[in-house]
């Protein structure tokens, strides 16, 4: 059982598409069929489901993916630990990131490769449920989410960080039209009058979706947007360039803090803020690369920081 193949099976677990991830691999379609071929061989047993299509694994092959994340997980670690020395870790820090945090996630990367320049993190927007799965799958080193939905008694680890708080955001009508003129912070808005103004909103299915959902049905308010999207981007740029308005979180709110002719407005009744941390899974050993991340999630300095571009503080 060599390294290489169980790589092979973890990236076709990830991508659930055989021509995807030998693409990710950087090897052909039949080089990573014969690959899998042989490993089920090896194990005189089937792993992958035969279909046109990839259709899953088989239980054991269920077992064989457990056992080469852990595997391939080790083996990072051992060589993180030979390629460090004292005060100087080295290698890479997966770390997945909900959409609405990226902002403050990508300020927290660069602060963490500025202060161990050996430290190449890799920072991936991600789903809620993708960020727990890839946790416990040993794919992703670290997290930035939605500590709420954790269930108690799980096998994650949080190490809170801010406060999420919401804004109507919406574009004024008359601009300021002055050179380096800012995001305007008005007075706070009803949830319930929100509803009523043509909104661009995330689709369902993703988190944040049900927490403005949530926000919406306490004020006894029902809302139908006229746009939806599942990228955050897309929020802020819609309210820019149409007649639009929308929901953003104080992060994505101070992300677009430069553009003058935007207004921010704090919703409340109710008033929501919903908590977020760092996630990590606590019964691993950690790499270190995220004994050193870690490390800066806990420093004042960086929490100060992140509740400066998060909105728990004035945008």
Not at 60 to 75: D, K, P, S, W, Y
Not at 164 to 188: D, K, S, T
Request: charged share 20%.
């Amino acid at each position: 059982m060599n390294l290489t193949s169980l790589r092979y099976l973890v990236a076709l677990s990830e991508h659930r598409h055989f021509a995807r991830a030998a693409q990710a691999c950087h090897i052909t379609q039949p080089a990573l069929s014969n690959a899998l071929r042989a490993l089920e061989k090896e194990f005189g047993m089937p792993i992958v489901k035969r279909a046109r299509s990839y259709a899953g694994l088989t239980p054991e092959g269920e077992r064989v993916l457990a056992t080469a994340q852990r595997i391939l997980h080790e083996h990072a670690l051992l060589q993180q630990e030979l390629a460090s020395s004292a005060g100087q870790p080295r290698g890479r820090l997966q770390l997945g990131v909900v959409p609405t945090a990226v902002p403050v996630a990508a300020r927290f990367a660069a602060m963490l490769q500025s202060t161990h320049p050996g430290i190449a993190p890799v920072v991936r927007a991600l789903s809620s449920q993708e960020i727990e799965e890839g946790l416990e799958n040993l794919s992703l080193d670290l997290a930035l989410g939605f500590t709420g939905r954790l269930a108690k008694g799980g096998p994650f680890a949080v190490l809170p960080q801010y406060g999420e708080h919401y804004f109507l955001v919406r574009r004024l009508q008359y601009p300021a039209g002055v050179a380096g003129a800012e995001l305007r912070l008005g007075a706070a808005m009803r949830w319930a009058d929100a509803a009523l103004l043509p909104l661009c909103l995330l689709t369902p299915e993703m988190h944040n979706r049900s927490l403005v959902d949530q926000a919406f049905a306490e004020a006894d308010a029902a809302v139908t947007p006229v746009m939806e999207t599942n990228s955050v981007l897309t929020l802020a740029l819609s309210v820019l360039a149409g007649d639009v308005c929308s929901v953003l979180p104080g992060a994505l709110v101070g992300a677009v803090r430069s553009q003058g002719e935007l207004e921010a407005l704090p919703l409340v009744e109710p008033e929501m803020v919903t908590p977020v941390g760092f996630i990590y899974l606590g019964k691993a050993r950690a790499s270190r690369a995220l004994e050193a991340a870690l490390g800066l999630a806990r420093d004042e300095r960086w929490l100060r920081e992140a509740a400066r571009h998060s909105g728990s503080l004035k945008v």
